[in-house]
């Protein structure tokens, strides 16, 4: 089969711009598109964080930024949101869906509804943006997909089994689509942090696993140049995770994790 051709991005969509990994994807798709070359459309729910962003991303080199405050639960108006992207950067070239919750497991263990809203936040919500973004990007047969999943998408965990849940099937989602429309010249890329530090996990203690957002965002560039359809961030975690999956069930259940 032919090799697709790579995006060379310059007209980005971020949603979920205020996360700490998209803001440092943002800094690095700059750098390396270059100063004057890269247009971002920014959304995320608090206008004044997404102000600093904006500004931010203004001050080194962006050529234009255009914000928009919305909450991402909104589905209902997800299709106007993108077509303002669309029209604002004239042609989109690249989504990042950047934004999640990790919610309080504890919590959604003793009320469904905690739960719900993290499957609405973290599947339902993305879904519907995924869903739009392929079928532009298919119907221009180009573009790049970029997803943050997670880690915690690979195997169900006492610890973070509904925010796992959560990730397994956006995971599931675009594994589906990009067997739909990798072939139309669009990639579809699916990327898994293990830990990373970032507001999210603010609250729990940093350890030699953490990863910096930096690395991260550096890392997503990276998969985005190469035209990878997962990768694991940093790398190692691949391994990890492979073995985690590697264990079987009946020795599982018992392991505290
Ligand atoms: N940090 C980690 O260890 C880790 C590991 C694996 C995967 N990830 C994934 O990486 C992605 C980015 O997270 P992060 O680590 O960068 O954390 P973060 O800095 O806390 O960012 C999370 C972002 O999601 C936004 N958000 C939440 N609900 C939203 C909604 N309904 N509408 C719009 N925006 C919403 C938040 O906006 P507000 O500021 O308005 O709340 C915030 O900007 C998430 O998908 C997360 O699941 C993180």
């Known amino acids: 089969m032919a090799k697709q051709p790579v995006i060379d991005p310059k007209r980005i969509v971020i949603l979920g711009a205020t996360s700490a990994i998209a803001q440092a994807t943002a800094r690095r798709l700059l750098e390396k598109g270059g100063a004057g070359e890269v247009s971002f459309f920014l959304v995320a729910r608090d206008p004044y964080k997404l102000d600093a962003v904006a500004n931010d991303l203004r001050t080194r080199g962006a050529r234009a930024v255009t914000s928009y405050a919305m909450d991402l639960d909104n589905t ?8 303002s992207a669309a029209f604002a950067l004239g042609m989109i070239d690249m989504a990042l869906v950047a934004y999640g919750v990790l919610g309080n497991q504890r919590a959604a263990e003793m009320d469904p509804r905690l739960a719900e809203a993290v499957y609405r936040t973290n599947f339902l919500s993305p879904a519907s943006l995924i869903t739009w973004l392929a079928n532009y990007f298919e119907g221009h047969s180009r573009g790049c997909l970029a997803v943050i999943s997670s880690v915690a998408g690979d195997r169900g965990r006492q610890s973070n089994y509904v925010y796992g849940a ?8 675009v ?4 067997n739909r429309i ?10 898994k942090p ?5 507001p999210m996990t ?4 940093r350890g030699p696993l953490f990863a910096e957002p930096r690395a991260i965002g550096a890392g997503i560039v990276r998969a985005v140049e190469n035209r990878r359809d997962t990768v694991y961030l940093p790398g190692f975690w691949r391994v990890v995770m492979f073995m985690v999956k590697s264990v079987p069930g009946f020795l599982f259940k018992n392991l505290n994790m």
């Open 194 to 198: 293990g830990f990373v530090a970032t």
């Open 175 to 178: 594994d589906g689509l990009r």
């Open 182 to 191: 990798d072939r139309t010249g669009v990639q579809v890329l699916l990327i």
């Open 202 to 205: 603010a609250h729990l203690p």
């Open 76 to 83: 209902e108006a997800h299709a106007e949101m993108l077509s």
């Open 166 to 173: 959560s990730k397994a099937a956006l995971n599931v989602l």
